[in-house]
Every structure is written in structure tokens, then in C-alpha cells.
């Protein structure tokens, strides 16, 4: 077994349906984890719902129902969605679940045993949709002239009994931490925000609440419950069986890298360590920010009637085309805009026209001119070279790429190995060769044939349902198929060796056509 990777998402508030940003996160993830395991590690993957909290409560009430109905209801649409979207996670957790209660109560005992938390008063400006206490000073003003957080959303000033977090303490330690690793916070432009914002001073957290009861009651004050963020965060130690520090959670904590929004990343660099220090339990290694999906150039909201579905875009553009889009059209960790022109320019420009066509062409090729069959060759220069190249776009730049998150710069140095493969196919003309020189034609398309497996394996995290088409069709095993496959020596020979032929291609990415209301 690899190296354990831990890779988790944030949790969605069940309050609605999903949305394109939540498949955004989500998409993301599973080709960081997807990556992962084709570079050898045992990867652990987790996604879920945050359940608890006045926003679920209060929503419910509106709607009429229980937030546990509302909770199961919405739930089913997160895990439907990340079926739909090809999301192979290993644990999606529920806030809800008893053993998520069991474990924030014991990273409550925790903090409380190392005299973390006391009961004082809180007033203060609280906003129910970030669930989120804020300072004064921190304010904004919206048009009427009422006060708004920093992310725009309403404030009430709110008086209730409270248990505190000593976050003050806990200044120092952030700073340090933030200072010795310089990759725990990404993108840099967040970590440079949280240095400013811990360097200014931390004042001690409210974290219970006696105004309603949805949430995982604080132990021996039975009548408060937990701040929605307390619970929240500790989903990802819950997953990994805590408190049993055996098993999972000795394999798998600290994570990897926690994927969130640029939205919530003072909870998870800020509260999120410092609650884990207090516990003394250690830290996650990298917590990253991605930007926000806007539709168009703009945020998506129900007033302004641009919301979308992210099943319907899926199933209009096929679940790769999508997946492959996002991951290629924006920069990870600033924001990226979508519409359907930029999903159809894209994707057949890089998916239909280059690479579906460099393997439709070539296949078509082996199958008509060679019956379908694979052969050993003496190899040119110009056949050494291009493999050469596009070995190093796949088992180099693409996964230091990867690895560091830069998609779209991966992508990048993939689809110049794809472009210099068509270069090749036009210099070389194997239609040509066909009479004039058959073996010649041979040593091209097998070179092809070779280039193509290393293409489709590299992008393999981004598009698995078409890459595994090809691969069938190539008739490479399903257990050679990650990126570690890449360097292995004679794989084509024992491809030859097996005898079995290539059928008629079917097509991986078929052109996309802009409807009239799309344009
Ligand atoms: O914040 N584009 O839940 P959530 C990209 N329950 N990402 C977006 C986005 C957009 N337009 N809108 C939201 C919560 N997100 C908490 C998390 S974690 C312990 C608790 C991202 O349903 C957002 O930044 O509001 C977050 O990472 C995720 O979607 C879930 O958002």
C-alpha cells in the first residue's frame, strides 16, 4: 500500500440543492484524489453535509418541516450529485450521525480539560447566513444604510449566554505555524490576509448557543449547543473514527489538504488549528482556497434568476467535458467565470478537435490499414522524439503540476503534447505511406498508438469515463492505467505480445453544438 493521502472537501449546508460551486469543490477534489492514487498513494477521500445550525432551523421552519426532514431530503441531492458527477469519494459524513456527536463532544472535553473554555455573555453581530459573529468594526453598510458582514449579508445584534474558546491564546502559535510553513494556507494571497488578520489580535470565540437546540449539546450544559462551526470542522477527524486514534485516524490525520472556499478560510486556518492545538491533536498539512465559480462574470442568486442546476449542465455537456472544463478554463484558487459558449469553445477545440481526433484518426487508421493489429517496429528519430516529449508532458510536467494544484498550467503542457502529436500525424501522412512504404506506416501509427496511451493515462484524474473508453479500446489493463504505469519499461511489447487487435473506435469526445438560447 502507497503513502496515505488524505484529501477532504468542505461540508455543504443542506439548505437548498446544490449548486454549480458546491460541484465545483467537488469536482476538484476527485481529480486531486483521482491524481493521487494514479501516483501511487492510498488515498482517502471525504465529502459530507453540515446539518446542524440556525441557518438549516430556520429554514425548515419557513418550509414547514423538521431540519432533520430538511436535512434528509437536501442530503440525498449532495449524494445524488456526486454520483452524477463522478465523485469517487470514500466517506461522506452527516453531521447529523451519532458518532459525529460522540466526537465533537470529545474535542469539547478536550479543550475544556486544558482550560479553553469558560461561560461568560456574548453580544455581538451575528449573521445567520455565514453563522458568523462579527466586530463592529468589521461592518459594512448596504444601500438602505442597514449594517452588513464583509460578505454582504445581514446582521443581528444578538445578547445570549455563551461558552467561550480562548482563541486569544492561541495568537502566537497561529503566527508560528503560519511562518514555518509556508504551504499551509494556499493560495498566497489568503495566507497573506490571515497572517494580517491574526497579527492584529484574536479575541476569544463564542461557541455555544442557548437560542435553539439543533446542534451537538455541549457536554454537562445541556442547555447549549455547539456553535455550527465547532461541529463542522470536527467532520474531518469524525471520518477517521475519532476518538479511537487507532486504526483510521492513525493512518490517515493529519490531512493532506483540506479544499474549501476562499469564503471560509478563516475557519479553517484560524479556528480550525487553533481548536486541534488546544485538543493537542496535530494540525492539517495544507488548507487551500479556491476561488468562486460566477456564471457569466456573475454570482448566481435566485433574484437575479441565473441559477444552474449543475446536473443539467452535466448532462447537456456530458460529465468530463465539464469536469474537464473547470479544472482547465480557471486558474485554481482565483475565481473563474462559465457559460455554455466557453464550455462549447473549449471543449472542441481541446477535447473534440485535438485529442478525440488525434485518437479517432489514428485508431481508425490501425484498424482499416493493419486489421487492428499491433506490431513491433525499428523506430525513426522523429518517432523517438515525439514520445520522448509527450513522455515528458505526462510523467513530468502534468503531475508536478498536479501535485502543486495548478491544474490548468498541467492541462497546458498536456495539451502541447497533444498538439505536437497531431504535428506528427500531419508531417508523417501515414495515409500516404500506406503503399509507398507499409512498415514505415507501421512505425507511425504504433509511435501514435504509444503517445496516445500516455496522453489518456495522464488526464486520466480529469476525464476518467472517456479515458477509460480509450483504454479499453487500447486494450490496457485496468491496473496499468496510473501515471506510476507510465515508466514502465516494455509495456508495448507485452501489449503485442497478448495478440489481441483493436476494434473499430467509437468516438471519445463527440463536438458540441451550441443551442440558439445558449449563443
Ligand atoms: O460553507 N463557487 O457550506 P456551503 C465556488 N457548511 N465555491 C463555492 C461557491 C461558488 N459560487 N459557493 C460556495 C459551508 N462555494 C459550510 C462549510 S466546512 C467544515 C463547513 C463553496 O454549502 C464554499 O466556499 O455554503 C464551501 O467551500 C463549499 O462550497 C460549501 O459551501
Not at 486541534?276 to 492539517?284: D, E, Q, T
Not at 475565481?335 to 462549447?344: L, M, Q, R, T, W
Request: aromatic residues 12%; proline residues 5%.
Amino acid at each position: 500500500m502507497g503513502e496515505p493521502y488524505y484529501i477532504t472537501t468542505a461540508i455543504s449546508y443542506p439548505n437548498g440543492k446544490p449548486h454549480i460551486g458546491h460541484a465545483y469543490e467537488a469536482i476538484a477534489a476527485d481529480v486531486i484524489a483521482r491524481f493521487q492514487k494514479a501516483m501511487g498513494r492510498d488515498v482517502r477521500f471525504q465529502t459530507g453535509t453540515d446539518e446542524h445550525g440556525l441557518k438549516m432551523a430556520q429554514k425548515a421552519r419557513d418550509l414547514g418541516i423538521t431540519p432533520a426532514e430538511l436535512a434528509d431530503e437536501m442530503t440525498s441531492h449532495f449524494i445524488a450529485m456526486a454520483d452524477a458527477l463522478n465523485v469517487d469519494y470514500d466517506v461522506f459524513i452527516r453531521t447529523t450521525e451519532p458518532r459525529h456527536h460522540a466526537s465533537t463532544q470529545e474535542l469539547w472535553r478536550r479543550m475544556e480539560a486544558n482550560g479553553d473554555l469558560y461561560l461568560d455573555r456574548y453580544e455581538g453581530w451575528y449573521s445567520v447566513r455565514d453563522e458568523a459573529y462579527y466586530d463592529a468594526s468589521e461592518l459594512i453598510d448596504g444601500e438602505g444604510g442597514e449594517k452588513l458582514s464583509p460578505q454582504g449579508t445581514p446582521v443581528e445584534w444578538t445578547v445570549e449566554e455563551s461558552w467561550f474558546f480562548r482563541l486569544s491564546k492561541y495568537q502566537e502559535p497561529l503566527l508560528a505555524l503560519f511562518r514555518e510553513n509556508a504551504e499551509f494556507i494556499r493560495p498566497e494571497s489568503r495566507r497573506n490576509e490571515m497572517i494580517a488578520f491574526v497579527s492584529q489580535g484574536l479575541r476569544d470565540l463564542s461557541v455555544s448557543r442557548t437560542s435553539f437546540d439543533w446542534g451537538v449539546k455541549v457536554p454537562g450544559s445541556d442547555n447549549h449547543v455547539m456553535y455550527v462551526w465547532v461541529d463542522a470542522l470536527t467532520n474531518y477527524i469524525t471520518g477517521l473514527g475519532f476518538p479511537h486514534e487507532s486504526g483510521d485516524y492513525a493512518r490517515y490525520w493529519p490531512a493532506d489538504l483540506h479544499l474549501i472556499g476562499k469564503d471560509i478560510v478563516r475557519f479553517h486556518t484560524i479556528y480550525w488549528p487553533a481548536f486541534l492545538m488546544s485538543a493537542g491533536l496535530a494540525v492539517p498539512k495544507q488548507v487551500f482556497g479556491h476561488g468562486f465559480l460566477l456564471n457569466r462574470g456573475q454570482k448566481e442568486s435566485k433574484s437575479l434568476g441565473n441559477v444552474t442546476d449543475p446536473l443539467a449542465l452535466a448532462e447537456r455537456f456530458g460529465v468530463d467535458t465539464l469536469r474537464y472544463f473547470l479544472m482547465r478554463d480557471v486558474v485554481f484558487g482565483q475565481d473563474g467565470s462559465y457559460s455554455p459558449e466557453a464550455i462549447v469553445t473549449r471543449c472542441n477545440a481541446e477535447l473534440a478537435n485535438s485529442y478525440g481526433n488525434l485518437v479517432q484518426r489514428t485508431l481508425s487508421m490501425i484498424f482499416k490499414n493493419m486489421d487492428g493489429e499491433l506490431v513491433k517496429f525499428a523506430s525513426a528519430e522523429a518517432d523517438d522524439k515525439l514520445l520522448a516529449t509527450v513522455f515528458e508532458a505526462c510523467h513530468d510536467e502534468l503531475p508536478r503540476e498536479f501535485a502543486a494544484l495548478n491544474f490548468s498550467a498541467g492541462i497546458d503542457g498536456w495539451m502541447r503534447a497533444v498538439f505536437a502529436c497531431n504535428q506528427y500525424v500531419d508531417e508523417q501522412a501515414p495515409w500516404a505511406l500506406r503503399k509507398s512504404d507499409p512498415e514505415r506506416m507501421r512505425a507511425v501509427l504504433m509511435t501514435l498508438f504509444m503517445a496516445i496511451r500516455d496522453l489518456t493515462i495522464a488526464i486520466r484524474p480529469v476525464v476518467p469515463t472517456a479515458a477509460d473508453k480509450v483504454l479499453d479500446q487500447l486494450g490496457i489493463p485496468g491496473d496499468e492505467r496510473g501515471i506510476t504505469a507510465l515508466a514502465k519499461a516494455d509495456w508495448f511489447l507485452a501489449r503485442v505480445a497478448t495478440g489481441e487487435r483493436l476494434s473499430a473506435p467509437t468516438p471519445a469526445f463527440p463536438r458540441l453544438e451550441l443551442t440558439e438560447d445558449e449563443a
